[in-house]
C-alpha cells in the first residue's frame, strides 16, 4: 500500500528528505502562466511569501538561481552590479529546464540537475515561513527560510523591485 506522501516524492523532497529538513506539502490547481498569485490565492497565503525559483543567466550564459518574492520582480541590473557581472537576464524556458532539470513552472532550488549558485532576496530569509516550489507544477512545499541557507550554498541580495 503505497502511502500519501510517496505520491509526492520529486528530487526536490527526496533532497529536503535527505537533509532532514521538515516540510509541508501544499498540492494546487496548477494554472499555465498564473504564477505565484494563483498559487497563493488557491492556498490562501500572502503572495509575498511564496518563493519564485527563477533560473537566469549572467552576460558568459553561466546559469545561476535567484529566489524572489512572488509579489516581486528582480533588477538584473541591481543583480548583476551586486554579483559582479556586466549583466543577467532569464533564461529560455528550455534552457532552464536543461539546467535544473525541472519543468518551466515546477523549478525548485532543491535537487537541481547541475549546480548553480543560487541569489536569495535577503528579506525571504527574514520571513517565518515561506512557499517555494517542490519540484513539479502545482506543488510547493512550506519551509522555514532559514533552513535555505543551510542546506543550500547561498549568497543574499537586494534586488526587489515591486512594493
Known sequence: MAKKEHNSETLATQF???????FSEHPYAYEEHGGTAVSAQELAVDEHCVIKTL??????LKPLIVLMHG??????????????CKSVAP????????????QI???????TRKAMPIY?????LALDKIYINGGRRGYLVGIDPTVIATVLAIQTVDCALGD
Open 16 to 22: 529536503l528528505r535527505r537533509h532532514g529538513v521538515a
Open 55 to 60: 533560473v537566469m543567466q549572467d552576460e558568459t
Open 71 to 84: 509579489d516581486r520582480t528582480v533588477s538584473t541590473k541591481n543583480l548583476a552590479r551586486q554579483i559582479g
Open 91 to 102: 533564461c529560455k524556458p528550455e534552457v532552464a529546464s536543461r539546467h535544473s532539470g525541472y
Open 105 to 111: 513552472g515546477g523549478t525548485s532550488p532543491f535537487g
Open 120 to 124: 536569495v532576496e535577503q528579506s525571504i
